[in-house]
């Protein structure tokens, strides 16, 4: 079974910078597109990033595209996002998830889910 850690959340400023990880254990992330999610208090979880498993492919939610980078180091089993210009609606418990099929930016097409990571973004 596959086991997911997110790690690296924070408070970070309007406009910072900030790097989650997603540590994989169990089995080889190779086998798995990953995903980021995001849920905010008082909201649904909403799909945020996702990156095939050779990295040739990857997609964002347009409210970060061209500020969040999704990225994956499969020799180190760990999906990371580049969280950059942050805003205070970036504001969420971050999850990872990997991808089995369907819709990308559904959660019911992720069956493995991390516990989450949790973002501030100060204003």
């Known amino acids: 079974q596959l086991q997911l850690v997110e790690s690296g959340g924070g408070l970070v400023q309007t406009g910072g910078s900030l790097r989650l990880s997603c540590a994989a254990s169990?089995?080889?992330?190779?086998?798995?597109?990953l995903g980021w999610f995001r849920q905010a208090p008082g909201k649904e979880r909403e799909f945020v990033s996702l990156?095939?498993?050779?990295?040739?492919?990857?997609f964002y939610a347009d409210s970060v595209k061209g500020r969040f980078t999704i990225s994956r180091d499969n020799g180190k089993n760990t999906l990371y996002l580049q969280m950059n210009r942050s805003k205070p609606d970036d504001t969420a418990v971050y999850y990872c998830?990997?991808?089995?099929?369907?819709?990308?930016?559904?959660?019911?097409?992720?069956?493995?889910w991390g516990q989450g990571t949790q973002v501030t973004v100060s204003s």
């Open positions: 998830a990997a991808y089995v099929n369907g819709d990308y930016y559904s959660r019911s097409s992720y069956n493995y």
């Open positions: 169990g089995r080889n992330i190779v086998n798995y597109a």
């Open positions: 990156i095939s498993w050779n990295s040739e492919q990857t």
